[in-house]
């Protein structure tokens, strides 16, 4: 069983930065596309970021693009998203997925799902 578990997240100024890490327990996600997912309270969940098996390739949500990158490192088996110029909108519990080859941007089709990491940026 594969579990992932997201670190990093805190509280921050507004305009300030965060880096979350994400890492599978139980096996290498080489293979695996992965993907940062967020809610904030009331809202529905919101695609941020993927990246593919590579690493090669990203894709961004409107909301974050220009402010927020995603990376992966498959020796250390760990995924990052470098958050900056953070703003009290960005507010949420981020979640890290997975999806063998592609990952599902609606979030419907998820191999594995992190427990979240909350991120809170104050104005």
């Known amino acids: 069983q594969v579990q992932l578990v997201e670190s990093g997240g805190g509280l921050v100024q507004a305009g300030g930065s965060l880096r979350l890490s994400c890492a599978p327990s139980?096996?290498?996600?080489?293979?695996?596309?992965m993907g940062w997912f967020r809610q904030a309270p009331g809202k529905e969940r919101e695609f941020v970021a993927d990246?593919?098996?590579?690493?090669?390739?990203?894709y961004y949500g409107d909301s974050v693009k220009g402010r927020f990158t995603v990376s992966r490192d498959n020796v250390k088996n760990t995924v990052y998203l470098q958050m900056n110029s953070l703003k009290p909108e960005d507010t949420a519990v981020y979640y890290c997925?997975?999806?063998?080859?592609?990952?599902?941007?609606?979030?419907?089709?998820?191999?594995?799902w992190g427990k979240g990491t909350l991120v809170t940026v104050s104005s």
């Open positions: 990246i593919s098996r590579t690493g090669g390739y990203t």
């Open positions: 997925a997975a999806r063998l080859w592609t990952l599902d941007r609606s979030g419907t089709y998820i191999d594995y």
């Open positions: 139980g096996r290498t996600l080489s293979n695996y596309a």
